[in-house]
């Protein structure tokens, strides 16, 4: 079987994902090394695979991202980053397109050395990389080393038209529709940043593989061999790219046998699901817990307009929300608020779920079973927001102008339909899972072969 490297960002939310499948490649029969920063050392150990350090971008999310230690002015652009969500969508989305000029090409001379250091010591039959880790995949084709592309947001974000930018997203859920002129205004910033970055991308090329065929369009560079999707295959979703195998994983969350609570989240849910009462989960991701403004709303329109209990997942941000008068009211059997939550483990007792779009809870609830309302800021969220509501999983809302009214009736409608509209959903994406990409992974792979030493 094969010696595999996953390649991943220091960012929990991608790492982690790919970690499952990483495991899911080892019991296939595959030996998987898990290259990534010094501080995710400890997710390859709990998953079993090996760990070689390697940093491919500037900034990092290791749980909060607020906390996380920034370099240079990384920090400051997360701040500017949420300061334009609560502008509205394409503040937002404008704000990232800004700072993805210079973020998504950050050190590629650096990374390509490292990662042909790497292939010297390791000399993997071939590595699993992440799409967002743009420099890697510019260093695999530079060097010529095969590879199979991760998609770990919306698959929109792989663009195979002419027509399709990354940063625009491919379809807005009901509750968020950008002005026309600020559509436009939108696109074209998508559309510099696509020349832009092509520009860049062959700039390198020239540098460091003149003999190589250019990468073409760089947003749309992927493994010739596959592409694995952590998302179900909608059948309205944009087309695929041509020519690698499509692998759609469903989800790439753990067999819920390896899922369950600690003691003291044993406790808590007791505590708060007593009499028979539902649960409320609400969490924005690591980035977007310093929405408290949002997390706020949505909390007191659960305690308020429901009978449901509540979590709260606050990131930095738990004194504020406590400091509120209606949720420092609020009795323990009825709320708590933390920095972080086990939220795949606790889904599994969950009635319904906030959350911000972003994929991974959008997968983990669909394999629960779990109902959302999703509230989109920013990146591929919209999209999903849109599939969310298209696929009967969930309900979307505005997050900057969803008062407490609005979000309880959508909480009470949410409670009352259950998993009625996401049955199928859940059951096709429960077919499908980390071991069943792997396998498909593993045959796809086949056929690629290394260059000559």
Known sequence: MPRVVVI???????????????????????DVTLACAPAFAGLARAHGLGFAGLTVTRNANTGIAERTEQAGSEAERLREFLDATRTGAVAALLAQARHRRADMLADPDRILTEIRDLDRTVRPDWYLVDQLSYPVTLAMHCLDLPYATFCPGHPSYIPAGPEAFFGLPYAWPDTVRPDPGDLAHLRAEAAVNDEAFTEAFHRVAERHAPDRPPPGRAFALCSPHAVVFNYLPLPWLPPAPKGPVPIYAGHCTPEPAE??????????????????????????????SARHDVLRTIARAALDHTDASVI?????????????????????????IAESVPQQQLLAHTAVMAHHGGNN??????????????LPFSSDQFAIAHDAERASLGIS???????????????????????????????????????????RLIRAMRGATRAPS
Do not use: K, Q
């Open 361 to 374: 809870s959008f997968t983990e609830c669909l394999t629960a079973g779990v109902p959302a309302l999703v």
């Open 312 to 336: 709260v997942a606050a990131g930095d941000r738990v004194e504020e929300l406590a400091r509120d008068p209606r949720l420092a009211a609020a009795p323990p059997e009825r709320l708590r």
């Open 259 to 288: 899922s369950g609570l600690d003691d003291s989240w044993r406790a808590t849910v007791d505590r708060l699901t007593s009499g028979g009462r539902p649960l409320v989960l609400i969490a924005f991701g690591t980035f977007l």
């Open 8 to 30: 991943s960002p220091p960012f929990r939310s991608h790492a982690t994902p790919l970690s499952v499948l990483g495991a899911a490649l080892r019991d296939t029969g595959a």
């Open 397 to 439: 809302g505005d997050p900057n102008t969803v008062d407490v009214e609005a979000a309880g009736a959508a909480l009470r409608e949410l409670l009352a339909a259950g998993t009625r509209g996401s049955a199928a959903r859940r059951a096709e994406a429960l077919a499908a899972g980390p071991r069943f990409a792997a396998e």
